[in-house]
C-alpha cells in the first residue's frame, strides 16, 4: 500500500471518529501541535524510525508523552495505532489528508494570495468575498509576500487563479492598444 493510500484511511478514519463527538475541528489543532513537536526536535523523528528501537519502546514513549496533555482519546488512539503499526512516519501525510477530508466536510476551499507588499486587514476581508462570491464556497485564504510581483496580488483558490497583478493589467492594456492600433 502506497504512502499516500496509508494516509488517506487514518484521516478517514479519524475523522470518522471525531465527527461522531463534534470535535472534528479541534482534532486538526491537536495533530498540528503533534506535528510541531516531531518537527521541531529532529531527535524525536529520528526516535521512531530508528529500526533498533522496538515497537513496544515507541509505543510506551508515545504514551507517556501524550499523557496529561489535553489530547484527546481519538487522537491518542489513532497516532498508537499508526505507532503499533510501524506507520508514525506517515503522520505528516496522515494530517494533510484529514485537513483536506475535513474542508470537504465543512464546504471549505482553501487558497494562497501572493502580493507585492502586505495587504490591509480590510483589502484581505475584500478579496476573500469577492473570491467566496465567485466561487460560492467558504474560502480560507493564507497570505505570502512575493517580490517579483510589481504591485496587486494573485491568488491561487483550487483550480481557479484570480489574477489582480499589475503585470497583468499591463498586459491587457498593451493588449488593447494593440488591437486598436491595428
Known sequence: MRTNEISKRYAKALLALVKQTGLHTNTYSELHSILGVFQKDPSVKEYFENPIVSLSQKVAALKAALSDKGISEEVKNTLLLMTEKNRIQHLPDMI???????????????????????????????????????????????????????????????????????????????????????
Request: glycine share 8%; aromatic share 6%.
Open 96 to 182: 494533510e489528508a484529514f485537513l483536506g477530508y475535513l474542508d470537504i466536510e465543512e464546504g471549505i476551499t482553501r487558497g494562497v494570495v501572493k502580493s507585492a507588499q502586505p495587504l490591509s486587514a480590510d483589502s484581505k476581508k475584500e478579496l476573500e468575498a469577492k473570491v467566496s462570491s465567485v466561487l460560492k464556497k467558504k474560502i480560507v485564504l493564507t497570505y505570502q509576500q512575493d517580490p517579483k510581483l510589481l504591485g496587486g496580488a494573485v491568488a491561487q483558490v483550487g483550480g481557479w487563479t484570480f489574477d489582480d497583478s499589475i503585470e497583468t493589467h499591463l498586459k491587457k492594456m498593451n493588449e488593447e492598444l494593440n488591437r486598436r492600433a491595428n
